[in-house]
Every structure is written in structure tokens, then in C-alpha cells.
């Protein structure tokens, strides 16, 4: 596609239910990064992905965060037993590793979730 | 490690003003850096970009930024603001464009009429 996509834009839980969250990085990206936006705050990084490896997961918050990425495109992330502290906009970033022709992150338009 | 601050968590400027967002970076290491706007509801748009090369970086929508090393700093400028400019901008820095980015906690712009 022309950008990066997610999916649902809008999420909202009750507290305890298990969530899964898309991303569709911009084709032939290699690179592909999950951030955590809470309300008023920057983004911070949760986990990074070199094609279906994840190299860097030190910003999951808890171990009810989870991401994959198992053929090197579509990544999930997936949040187990939601609590409120959860609530957040959740963005992913892909990039094309070592093109200066590109260099930067390409951010999708995250999504939100809200657990109640 | 690199972290970011950025001066002013709400700025306020009248249409046709001069808009400065002010940024400063900790990095251990050539820092890449960074501005992005994002809009209510939506994601995060790069403006401009420093990586190598030229310290005076020229981005969309009329904005430039200076990288100044003496001051660690890179703030954000445009010599008369739109209505539209009206958003949260964010600046990142980076060992890399490949590696994960730092943000600040962002600066929300108002333009008044």
C-alpha cells in the first residue's frame, strides 16, 4: 500500500479481555516498530522488528504484551488481560533498513484503545 | 542514551507570527533528529529531518529547523504561522533513522486569528 495501515483504529475493552492489534507496514519495509502513545505524552517504543525477527522487545511494558511479525510483513500486537493502565494510542512505524533514499520512519495512524 | 526535551508543553502564536518550538537532545553518540506534526486523530507526519550533511534542514509546509551542536539543540522554526499549522509537534533523535526513535513529550501549537 501507499502508507502504513493499522487496524482497528478504535479498540475498546473491558478490563481483562485480550486484544490484538494490526499493523500493515509499507511494503517491502524491512523494518517494522510498535510505540505507545499515552494521552498527552510522545510516543515511546515497545518492540522492533528486522523482518520476522524481533531484535528488541525492552520496551514491552509487562509480559501480557506480546508481538510477532512471522512472515517478515503483517505484525500483531497482542495485550492479555487488558487493565486500565493500558489505555493508550498504540503506533506503527516501518522503515526500509539502510536506504538513505528513505531515510526516516513511516508512522501509521495508530490505535486507540481505551479499556474500561 | 539519548532523551529529548522540549521547552514549552503549549505555545501560543496569532496568524502570521513567528513560530518557535524549541528542542534539545541528549545523545551519546551523532545524533539523528527529528520533527513530526501530528493532528488530532491522526498519525505522526514528518516535517523535516537532520541526518548528515547540511545543519539548516528545510521541511514541508514552510518549517525549518537548525542543528547546533554547541547548544545540543534543534529547534523548529517558520517566519509567519497558518491557521492550519495548528497541531502537536513532536521532535526525535535516533542513533540512526533505522533505530528506535526518542521523543519529547511534544509541544501543542494554538494559532490565534
Known amino acids: 500500500g501507499a502508507g502504513v495501515s493499522q487496524s482497528p483504529r478504535y479498540k475498546v475493552a473491558k478490563r481483562g479481555q485480550d486484544v490484538a492489534l494490526r499493523c500493515d507496514p509499507i511494503s517491502g519495509h524491512v523494518s517494522l516498530f510498535w510505540y505507545q502513545q499515552a494521552l498527552g505524552q510522545g510516543p515511546e517504543f515497545l518492540t522492533y522488528?528486522?523482518?520476522?525477527?524481533?531484535?528488541?522487545k525492552s520496551g514491552l511494558p509487562s509480559d501480557r504484551f506480546f508481538a510477532e511479525r512471522p512472515e517478515g510483513s503483517v505484525s500483531t500486537l497482542k495485550i492479555q488481560r487488558t487493565q486500565q493502565e493500558d489505555s493508550a494510542v498504540y503506533l506503527c512505524?516501518?522503515?526500509?533498513?539502510?536506504?538513505?533514499?528513505?531515510?526516516?520512519?513511516?508512522f501509521g495512524p495508530g490505535t486507540r484503545l481505551t479499556v474500561l | 542514551a539519548q532523551s529529548v526535551t522540549q521547552l514549552g508543553s503549549h505555545v501560543s502564536v496569532s496568524e502570521g507570527a513567528l513560530v518557535l518550538l524549541r528542542c534539545n537532545y541528549s545523545?551519546?553518540?551523532?545524533?539523528?533528529l527529528f520533527w513530526y506534526v501530528q493532528y488530532p486523530n491522526q498519525g505522526l507526519q514528518l516535517l523535516l529531518k537532520y541526518t548528515t550533511g547540511a545543519t539548516l534542514v528545510k521541511g514541508i509546509n514552510g518549517f525549518e529547523a537548525e542543528f547546533k551542536k554547541s547548544e545540543t539543540s534543534f529547534h523548529l522554526t517558520k517566519p509567519s504561522a497558518h491557521m492550519s499549522d495548528a497541531a502537536e509537534y513532536f521532535c526525535?533523535?535516533?542513533?540512526?533513522?533505522?533505530?528506535?526513535?526518542?521523543f519529547g513529550t511534544g509541544t501543542s501549537l494554538t494559532v490565534i486569528p
Open positions: 522488528f528486522q523482518n520476522e525477527a524481533q531484535l528488541d
Open positions: 545523545s551519546s553518540v551523532p545524533p539523528y
Open positions: 512505524a516501518s522503515s526500509a533498513l539502510f536506504s538513505w533514499g528513505t531515510d526516516t520512519q513511516y
Open positions: 526525535a533523535v535516533s542513533d540512526s533513522p533505522w533505530d528506535q526513535f526518542y
